[in-house]
């Protein structure tokens, strides 16, 4: 009997914990959006799975500002409907394609919620910059 | 006996892989850096990152960037950055990146004899000085821009979670007085102890 009281007890709790962890995001927009947007055809290394499961890239646009810096703007997705996090990371190059270094070079935390879109964006440290690459990773805690 | 040796040569193994070094070199990876509810060298590489950009967006990227001398790089005097946490901090730790960052882009240079509370480098400053005596001059040229700001901390529980915010704060100052660039950067962790990572 008891046993009886303990099945619907459990599946309760799991509903609860199910429901807390997958908030998803309604967006809204222009269904003619007036922007246009200068995609860029990227080339993507996708090592882990997993990452890209729950953090996909949509797509990358770019732009160069009235001062010759270039611009980047990236879409993620989460396809999932829990919230993940992950960091990124941009680095740039010049048009030898040398790496520009900066003291503060470093990843970003970011996070989004279930079935969201998020930009993340960057704008270049120097005119120089001519290329650019973007690396994600999870968080690892 | 061979079973002894194979067995006691097999523990030595597991014990020598699973036991971490005692301190090691972690060269450019934020992502296993020690993460505490203070605030770290990854909160202020983050909020110098965010700086750099909006600066580069909104500033120097709209063309809004003017110099007393035309051709020639701006200059920028490093005025008060306020320290409104409960820790004691070096605000070079956010400034600096942000003065290589501005240097980098070739457009912007920073005085080291002009500052808030004497010269950064007297020695610098002393020439400067000499150099105007002999060269019979008042003074040589000034600063454009001014940076200061403000670093505040907020802290807050609910249980065992802690959580402690910390919000950056800079203003970029013509010399006419007018704040021609601000920006905000928040940085907000929780937990309930320090952990590796982000």
């Excluded at chain 1, 927009?29 to 949509?58: C, E, F, Y």
């Excluded at chain 1, 997705?77 to 190059?93: A, D, G, P």
């Excluded at chain 2, 070199?25 to 983050?46: A, C, E, L, M």
């Excluded at chain 2, 400034?95 to 501005?102: D, F, N, Q, W, Y």
Aim: net charge positive; aromatic share 6%; charged share 20%.
């Amino acid at each position: 009997m008891k046993k009886l009281h303990i099945v619907p007890l459990i599946a309760a709790v799991g509903l609860v914990a199910l429901a807390t962890g997958c908030t998803t995001v309604n967006t809204v927009g222009n269904a003619q959006p007036v922007a246009q947007k200068q995609m860029v055809n990227d080339k993507r290394v996708l090592t882990d799975a997993s990452l890209d499961r729950k953090v996909r890239i949509v797509g990358v646009n770019s732009a160069v500002n009235d001062a010759g810096f270039l611009k980047i703007q990236v879409e993620v997705q989460n396809t999932t409907r829990r919230h993940q996090s992950f960091t990124y990371r941009v680095e740039w190059f010049d048009q030898n394609g040398m790496l520009i270094n900066l003291p503060s070079y470093t990843s970003i935390p970011r996070s989004v919620e279930g079935k969201e879109s998020i930009f993340l964006s960057a704008t270049a440290p120097t005119e120089r910059a001519r290329d650019f690459r973007i690396k994600f990773l999870e968080t690892l805690n | 006996m061979k079973k002894t040796l194979l067995l006691s040569s097999l523990a030595a193994l597991l014990f020598q892989a699973g036991c971490p070094t005692q301190s090691a070199y972690v060269t450019d990876q934020p992502n296993r850096y020690i993460v505490s509810g203070k605030i770290n060298i990854q909160d202020f590489d983050q909020a110098a990152d965010s700086m750099i950009n909006s600066l580069n967006d909104n500033w120097i990227g709209q063309g809004k960037l003017k110099s007393a001398a035309e051709g020639e790089p701006a200059i920028l005097a490093i005025s008060r950055i306020k320290n409104n946490t409960g820790q004691q901090l070096d605000t070079d730790m956010l400034t600096k990146k942000i003065r290589v960052a501005l240097n980098r882009t070739g457009k912007v240079v920073t005085t080291t004899t002009l500052g808030l509370g004497g010269a950064e480098d007297p020695l610098a400053a002393d020439k400067q000085k000499e150099g105007e005596f002999f060269a019979d001059q008042k003074h040589t040229r000034g600063f454009d821009y001014t940076l200061s700001g403000k670093i505040i901390e907020d802290q807050a529980r609910a249980g065992n979670t802690r959580q402690s915010a910390y919000i950056f704060q800079l203003s970029l100052t013509s010399k006419d007085g007018l704040a021609i660039w601000e920006e905000e950067q928040k940085i907000v962790k929780q937990g309930t102890r320090a952990s590796v990572g982000f």
